[in-house]
């Protein structure tokens, strides 16, 4: 609708007959109609605020951006849905350079969902005061699409250290095994009063090139991840032999392991050696974090959707600090450890098709819960009201 048009009518408005004065103002309806149809259609979320901070107006999506029924909450303030706005300074700025300045910015939204929304406000005169124009785009997905991307750069620089570093170190380290190897022997034949000391000093040595070649092998899995060959499977198998490897550490560290298994679970696709790898690091994360004794809950429950798979423990917990970080390369806390456990354990469970979840509170323990996908997605069918009620009266 073009403001000459309105400005024709309001000059004539007076001079109109009741007819014509009725067909303009069906006129003025019909595009009024028309732009509401629009603005109610485009993806991106319009908000119109006026000059005290008020809700004036609000589509569809914006709705649905920021979790609220215009129709219940227009007039209410703006600033319980947009939280990073000073909009009581903002509706006093002077100038286009400030507000393009200023008002330009991504917020992330907790509710009803989390989302990553670029905001563009723009101010709107009018007669009475001024008002603001509020653009929302959803760029959620282009955010997901960065953190992959930086994801993969980060991947792609342990495989290129990975390399590195196995073939720098691989070498020497199969050298220097097969030199203690020979030396061993010739311990062998020193007096016995010798020999003890010496075969304790070649044992550490030992020891020590075996954990270098553990750290390689670990270096080398992430170089080159396997692909998993899959079969239909119960993982309460491989995490009852997972367990049965486990049994002596359990019993040295004073952990009680306590299992949540119904019975009848469905079969899931899974390659049973890197899903053991998987349970494996998952159970032994969760012995060292309880030094001093603990339990250790194993529970799996089948969804509609997936098989979720939870290790629940008394140890440490992770501090909130640590968190964000616990599936990145090489960061550890353990005076022994790589950092790069719970990355392999993320990438089998991503080439699976499914997801990890992580909760914790320092001081109760952790609880890290696998979602791996069924064969076969439930379908739950919804009886309609109708049928209900005729089955309740036959």
Known sequence: MSSGFFDRLAARVDKLDPGSLQAQLLRLARER????????????????IDDEGRLLYANRAAEQYLGFDFGRVRGRSAARYLRDFD?????GLEGDDAWSRLLTREIEVTYPERRFLSVYAVPLPAEDGKSVLVILR??????LNEATAIETERLNAVKLLAAGVAHEIGNPLNALHIHLQ?????????????????????????????????????FLRALRPSKPNF???????????TLRLLKTEFENRRIEVALDVPENLPRIPLDPQLIKQVFFNVVKNALEAMPDGGSLRIGIAAGDADLAISFQDTGRGIPAAEMGRIFEPYHTTKARGTGLGLMIVQRIVQDHGGQIEVT?????????????????????????????????SA
């Open 231 to 241: 079969a239909l499977l119960r993982p309460t198998d491989v995490l009852q032999e």
């Open 87 to 91: 909009w009581e300074r903002l509706l």
């Open 138 to 143: 959803d760029v959620t997905r282009e955010r």
């Open 360 to 392: 914790s509170k320092p001081g109760a323990g952790t609880c890290f819960r696998i979602l791996l996908p069924l064969a076969e997605r439930r379908i739950r069918m919804l009886t309609p009201a109708g049928d209900a009620e005729g089955a309740a």
């Open 33 to 48: 109609g028309f732009l509401e149809t629009i603005f109610q259609s485009i993806q991106e979320g319009v908000v119109v």
């Open 182 to 218: 020979l030396l061993d022997r010739e311990v062998a034949k020193l007096p016995a009063p010798r020999r003890a000391a010496v075969h304790d000093l070649v044992s550490v040595a030992r020891d020590e090139v075996a954990r270098l070649d553990a750290i390689i092998a670990q």
